[in-house]
């Protein structure tokens, strides 16, 4: 099933589904968010399968280690507030504006470093 699914995401019409993907999600996230939110889960569950099955290379990669880093310091904070005033902490974290962090990593793995396909996605 893994080497499918491998085989499935270096094929270019994955490549390709997965680039209008990010297209279509900066197009529409801001002027109509339901379709926006559509394509932004497309992407996401294609880069957690691509996360899932590259796991190596995002192991090794020191990006992705501090990712990692970064939520478990959020998270410590998070309960040490808790813990401390508990009166002003919030029940359960916020993970929204680190999750911003991910599509972006997501999108950037889906650009797969083409200067076009970092220019039209800018433009669009």
Not at 40 to 63: E, H, P, S, W
Not at 86 to 100: C, V
Not at 103 to 113: D, E, H, R, T
Request: glycine share 4%; with cysteine; proline share 2%.
């Amino acid at each position: 099933m893994t080497k499918f699914l491998k085989q499935y995401l270096e094929s270019e019409y994955c490549s390709s589904l997965m680039f209008l993907s990010v297209v279509f999600y900066v197009f529409f996230k801001d002027s109509v968010q339901l379709i926006g939110d559509i394509f932004q889960t497309i992407m996401i569950v294609g880069g957690l399968i691509a996360i899932y099955l590259y796991k190596d290379f995002f192991l090794r990669n020191i990006v992705f280690l501090l990712i990692f880093i970064g939520a478990l310091v959020q998270t410590v904070s998070w309960f040490m507030s808790t813990i401390s005033i508990p009166e002003l902490a919030q029940t359960y974290p916020n993970i929204k504006p680190f999750s911003y962090l991910l599509v972006f990593l997501v999108i950037a793995f889906w650009l797969k470093g083409s200067a076009k396909r970092s220019l039209f996605v800018l433009l669009s």
